[in-house]
């Protein structure tokens, strides 16, 4: 998607309806920084207000992810365009967000090794053993963290492939967090066939 193209538009249709970007962004609840950057195509809108936006605006979504305003002979074949890239937008992102997994996972446990190594040298030296505790707790809890944030990354950045079924879908975090797993992998339970498997991570829902 044009996001110069979308961002113009969205400012053309704002000054139509005799808004200001801080009116729009009062009506919407957001800021009218968050208005601004749409307009110069330096973001999109987020789904969860695209509707009241378009409502507010007098134009539809498929309007809105165009750029412009789509004939009804159009329509249809604009829709299905805008669909595709829009999932093409959410592949490219949850490949990012999975290298951001490994990258936070790598940092976090050079960063545990650190402190325990760290920790050594200090007993060595006769250091007092809290301090050394200390760094061994700090070392632990980032560590902690950071795993737990990678966990939510990969929870939400693609889907998670019956291996029965084929059924492809995203569980909850609690049930990737309680799951067995090999890498990516997890052993789960379908909601779909209701059968439990060891369930591929992929990124493409088709």
């Not at 030296?125 to 200390?134: H, N, P, Q, S």
Request: proline letters at 1%; charged letters at 25%.
């Amino acid at each position: 998607m044009d996001q110069i193209k979308i961002g113009k538009f969205i400012a053309s249709k704002r000054k139509e309806q005799d808004l200001t970007q801080a009116q729009l962004a009062e009506m919407l609840g957001i800021t009218d920084r968050a208005i601004s950057k749409w307009e110069t195509g330096k973001s999109l809108p987020d789904a969860s207000i695209m509707l009241d936006l378009c409502s507010l605006l007098k134009i539809t979504v498929n309007d809105l992810l165009s750029g412009e305003v789509v004939s009804m002979d159009n329509y249809n074949n604009e829709m299905e365009k805008n669909l595709l890239k829009m999932v093409e937008q959410k592949e490219q992102s949850d490949k990012r967000l999975l290298r951001l997994e490994i990258l936070i996972g790598i940092i976090s446990t050079v960063l545990l090794l650190l402190m325990i190594v760290f920790g050594a040298v200090l007993i060595k030296m006769d250091y007092a053993k809290w301090i050394v505790l200390l760094l061994f707790g700090i070392g632990m809890v980032q560590f902690a963290v950071c795993m737990l944030l990678a966990l939510r990354i990969e929870q939400v950045a693609g889907y998670y492939q019956c291996k029965e079924c084929g059924h492809k879908y995203v569980p909850t975090y609690k049930n990737v967090n309680l799951a067995m797993h090999v890498g990516r992998t997890r052993y789960m339970k379908c909601p779909e066939c209701n059968k439990w498997s060891w369930q591929k991570k992929v990124l493409n829902k088709e």
